[in-house]
């Protein structure tokens, strides 16, 4: 059955992670990612990029939130980060890591900001 994800996901600027392993990811002491509320579920797009040895999958998604603070728009605008997606069974899938980071756009309108996120990695979300 194809993986289906929440409305919800968990960020953290790339220079704030100490490693990332499978699913699971730690972050600098003291440090703490960021949960934001989509306001529907998450859809994740990906296709597989052929590169001989070096197959990939490219991954992007967007989502339209409620307008978040200023300082939470000022951290992720235009940056790299760790992404946490929560799936419907309640487990996390993560995407990028400190090697192949996500890039994530944030683009503010008057009561919505939408969320581009884009990423390369060599596992798919859906296996």
């Known amino acids: 059955m194809k993986k ?5 996901f968990y960020i953290v600027p790339v220079e704030k992670v100490v490693s990332v392993s499978g699913n699971s990811v730690v972050i600098k002491d003291e440090e703490e990612m ?5 306001e529907n579920d998450i859809e994740l797009n ?3 990029t052929k590169a001989g040895a070096n197959d990939y999958f490219k991954q992007s998604s967007s ?3 409620k307008s978040v603070s200023e300082s939470i728009i000022k951290k992720y605008r235009k940056s790299k980060v760790v992404i946490q997606l929560k799936t419907t ?7 990028g890591n400190t090697e192949v980071p996500v890039r994530v756009e944030v683009n503010r309108s008057v009561r919505v900001d939408k969320w581009n996120i884009t990423c390369n990695s060599d596992r798919s979300a859906f296996n």
Not at 34 to 38: G, R, T, V
Not at 89 to 95: A, P, Q
């Open 4 to 8: 289906q994800f929440g409305n919800l």
């Open 34 to 38: 960021d949960l934001i509320l989509a």
């Open 46 to 48: 990906e296709v597989l």
């Open 63 to 65: 989502a339209v939130t």
């Open 89 to 95: 069974e309640g487990d996390l899938y993560t995407l």
